[in-house]
């Protein structure tokens, strides 16, 4: 009887204890991330903006299907991030669909997400030693009171492999994530003026990356122009924008818009300048002789870079690590457009240490100067720089496109990773401090608090191609197909400048995937296919006849 009641006490000790363990660890949910990259550990910046979800953000997933193993991986990682953003808030719903699977819709469906935005991206599949193309859908939707947006889930790489291009769209996925849910959640703030007066690009040249910010930010174009009849009331008007954008100027400034422009960076003021000082272009050698002169462009702004601490230098950027330009080869009908390499376009290579350009594709210019930076009291990063393989062509200099009919000499390339774009930060002093100014106004300031600027020394870098009256994708080359990391770097540029840096920081997190080696597992097949399969039946087989014989011999 004794014996039987401690049996009872300890039966309903036990399940006492597993209520209670419950009900404590309903109390204190907690996930660990054991991970060494901490690739499943949200940043700060992604939590604040879905701590604003206050209703259902349906998230619908169309990266489904059977595909090969790399895929099947950024697949299952961006299952395991939506679940992350699903338990942090519950309002976060996501599902996973593949409108490739039925046959008699299948193109149907394809139509429809081509119209949206969403288009196709095929794969080369390799088994046993043929190769096959596969279509797959690496896009996902997301919706959130009435509106919707598309989110990329694979980020295009120059010259990547299967493996590196998954590893990178794995990098980027909780910064597609996440930009896609500020889209949704937060409204716009900051405002930012487009410089027009100078000769800028027209707003279809630059309009793809005007349609991006405008996701985010205010704009509107800003002129110069009432600086000469009302300067004052031009600057308060200036003072008024967080930041400004003069993309390619070919005109020169006054002194008087000069002096307000100083004057704005002195209240503050952030500033993007995209500017040569040479005249060129592409469009200059489109004449039958396919030649054209290379001149120094003068701005008026040397001495307002200088003060800053950069010199934008009159020279050409020849660099053998470049883009190709897309030539007629041949004659009459028989003419064939061919990309072939062209030193005039370099692709920058990117400061792996800073968030405006970590994990950056290459960013190509055209034409580009150089820029040298000066001592004094301002921080200076250098963003992005020539390759090893670069040489400084002086100007005025004749351009021509017979230039690649000619093997270039690589020894005469021996001025390596020329400065291309410089980020400013800290306290700038007045361009006209101790200096005569323009005209007098009652809030002149010769040192500015805190702000930051950055210079790129090609206008070019801004410009989408045009065709038909249609602006393209900002860095999309629509005749060779290849993307470059234009429209990221100034993406980038503008959220840096404006300290909403959060998400771009997003970019710094390093993820390492460990991907299966193809050409080892070609080779040691039906090595593994031997021990995994065979050998453990081989040793089930001996074991059961040494089993079977000492049975035996026991009791014979």
């Keep these: ?87 942090y808030n519950n309002n976060v719903k996501f599902g996973f669909m593949n409108p490739l699977e039925d046959d008699d819709t299948r193109s149907q469906n394809l ?50 492999t299967d493996q590196e291009l998954v590893n990178s769209s794995i990098q980027n996925l909780e910064f597609a994530f996440a930009e896609a849910f500020k889209k949704l959640v937060t409204s716009k703030q900051k405002k930012i003026a487009i410089l027009r007066g100078n000769g800028q690009l027209q707003d279809i040249y630059i309009a793809d990356l005007l349609r991006k910010l405008g996701e ?20 308060k008007d200036l003072k008024s924008f967080d930041l400004i954008i003069s993309a390619k100027p070919s005109e020169a400034f006054s002194e008087v818009e000069k002096y307000v422009l100083d004057q704005y960076t002195m209240h503050g003021g952030k500033s993007l300048w995209l500017t040569e000082s040479i005249i060129m272009d592409r469009d200059s050698l489109m004449n039958p002789s396919g030649k054209a002169i290379a001149v ?41 457009f061919q990309p072939i390499q062209w030193p005039y376009s370099p692709l920058a290579a990117s400061n792996p240490n800073h968030p405006i350009t970590t ?20 921080d200076k990063t250098i963003l992005l720089r020539s390759s090893t393989l670069t040489k400084l062509e002086g100007t005025p200099r004749e351009i021509s496109l017979d230039v690649v009919t000619q093997e270039p000499n690589p020894e005469t390339y021996t001025q390596p990773n020329q400065t291309l774009s410089v980020l400013l930060e800290g306290s700038f002093t007045s361009v006209y401090d101790k200096r005569v100014k323009p005209l007098s106004i009652s809030e002149d300031k010769t040192q500015s608090p805190p702000t930051k600027m950055i210079v790129i020394a090609d206008g070019d870098v801004i410009k989408n191609e045009v065709i038909k009256n249609e602006p393209q994708e900002l860095g999309f080359e629509f005749l060779t197909k290849r993307k470059f990391g234009n429209k990221e770097f100034l993406e980038n540029a503008v959220n840096y400048l404006l300290n909403d840096d959060g998400l771009i920081n997003i970019r710094t997190k390093e993820v ?11 080779a040691q097949k039906s090595k593994w296919q031997f021990i995994n399969i065979a050998l453990p039946l081989l040793i089930l087989g001996v074991f059961a006849y040494i089993f079977s014989y000492l049975r035996r011999r026991k009791y014979t």
């Design 512 to 522: 390492k995937l460990a991907f299966l080696d193809t050409e080892k597992i070609k």
């Design 1 to 87: 009887m004794l014996k039987s009641k401690k049996h009872f006490i300890t039966i309903v000790l036990t399940l006492a204890a597993i209520v209670i363990a419950n009900l404590i660890s309903n109390s204190f949910y907690k996930r660990f991330d054991l991970t060494k990259d901490k690739r499943y550990t949200l940043s700060e910046a992604a939590l604040q903006t879905l701590e604003t979800v206050d209703s259902p953000l349906i998230i619908d997933v169309f990266l489904e299907g059977e595909f090969p193993s790399e895929f099947r991986r950024l697949r299952n990682e961006t299952q395991q991030l939506l679940e992350e953003f699903s338990v």
């Design 359 to 378: 994990n950056l594709n290459p960013v190509k210019f055209d034409f580009a100067s150089q820029i040298d930076t000066l001592k004094n009291g301002i």
């Design 296 to 336: 120094i462009k003068d701005l008026n702004m040397n001495d307002f870079f200088f003060k800053y601490g950069v010199r934008i230098n009159p020279v050409i950027v020849n660099d053998l690590y470049s883009a190709p330009i897309t030539l007629a080869i041949g004659e009459g009908s028989n003419s064939q």
């Design 111 to 160: 139509q429809q997400l081509s119209q949206r935005g969403l288009r196709p991206f095929q794969i080369s599949i390799k088994e046993s030693g043929k190769t096959s193309q596969e279509v797959i859908i690496p896009w996902a939707l997301a919706s959130y009171n009435e509106q919707t947006v598309i989110i990329p889930l694979i980020k295009n790489k120059i010259g990547a």
């Design 216 to 235: 985010h930010y205010y704009l509107a174009p800003f002129t110069l122009d009432s600086v000469s009849t009302s300067p004052k009331s031009t600057l």
